[in-house]
């Protein structure tokens, strides 16, 4: 069973500039929430409690984030409002949070926050979600990444990575997968793959990355010895593909629900506006206000 995640906020957000100037852009509100407490709520629905969230080493404002507040907590009980903080109360009494800088000796890259949470993972295996993506799901939040569990452990894979079908036009613009099509275990493991690429033209695939894995821990010592590559930075998708040529890999296509990034500020928008005709409260009227938009 998995039952530790590792969710990467490490990275400066320059694209968010200068409103990161002061806090991590894991911290911009997607509707009511910011982002990084919907990748929490989505790894505890999954049956996930044991979660560490790595940052930049310059910032506590994560971990201030999710850390209670007994002042404001008075403050809105007295006036009758402490039902705003509901959704992190439930995390508070759910899971188990814990905040690990990112050492400026790590290299640049999205491998490094695993190395930053070597002693949090120990010897178990994981889940490891990049911060900027975000899965809308038709269902209850966390139901993919429980398949993505469950898969994992069905087929005793060594890792395997959430995907999106994109159009063939559109993928060089993202990593893809390398399906396996006579697989030696002869089709009994659905959606096997070789290895991840980035950016290829023509792609390997239509099934683009998305920062979504399940792994076997024996993809911490790769990490250890890979060293940097293109851009002088630790890449993850180079452990992945390591662990891949003595193991078994698979990707699981998201079917119900949509991939969305948030790393820069017209995908954050869109990413918001999804979610707010998502949620009744709000659909009716923005869908009024789209509408009356028209021809602008």
């Avoid at 999205?110 to 809308?136: H, M, T």
Wanted: glycine fraction near 6%.
């Amino acid at each position: 069973m998995i039952n530790k995640a590792i969710i990467t906020a490490a990275g400066r957000g320059t694209r968010f500039l200068p409103v990161v100037k002061q806090y991590p852009k894991e911290l911009i509100a997607l509707m009511d929430k910011p982002n990084i407490q919907i990748l929490v709520e989505e790894v505890i629905n999954a049956g996930i409690k044991e979660i560490c969230i790595v940052h930049r080493p310059d910032s506590n404002a994560i971990k201030d984030y999710f850390t209670p507040d007994l002042k404001l907590e008075k403050y809105l009980k007295e006036n009758n409002k402490l039902d705003f903080l509901n959704s992190l109360q439930s995390i508070w009494d759910t899971a188990n949070l814990q905040f690990i800088p990112q050492s400026d000796n790590l290299p640049y890259g999205n491998a490094s926050p695993a190395l930053a949470a070597k002693n949090f993972i120990g010897n178990d295996d994981f889940a490891y979600l990049f911060g900027d993506d975000l899965i809308i799901e038709d269902n209850q939040s966390g139901t993919y990444l429980k398949k993505m569990i469950d898969n994992f452990d069905k087929y005793n894979l060594d890792f395997i990575v959430s995907t999106q079908q994109m159009p063939k036009e559109e993928m060089k613009r993202y990593g893809a997968v390398v399906p396996i099509n006579n697989p030696p275990s002869g089709g009994s493991i659905p959606n096997q793959i070789s290895e991840l690429l980035e950016k290829m033209d023509p792609p390997p695939s239509n099934f683009a990355v998305v920062g979504r894995y399940v792994v076997k821990n024996k993809i911490m010592d790769i990490i250890k010895t890979q060293g940097t590559s293109r851009d002088g930075e630790l890449w993850w998708a180079d452990s992945a593909n390591a662990l891949t040529k003595t193991g078994l890999a698979a990707h699981e296509p998201i079917t119900n629900g949509k991939w969305m990034t948030t790393g820069d500020p017209i995908r954050w928008l869109k990413a918001n506006i999804v979610l707010a005709l998502q949620d009744p409260r709000y659909r009716e009227e923005l869908k009024e206000y789209i509408v009356s938009l028209r021809g602008v």
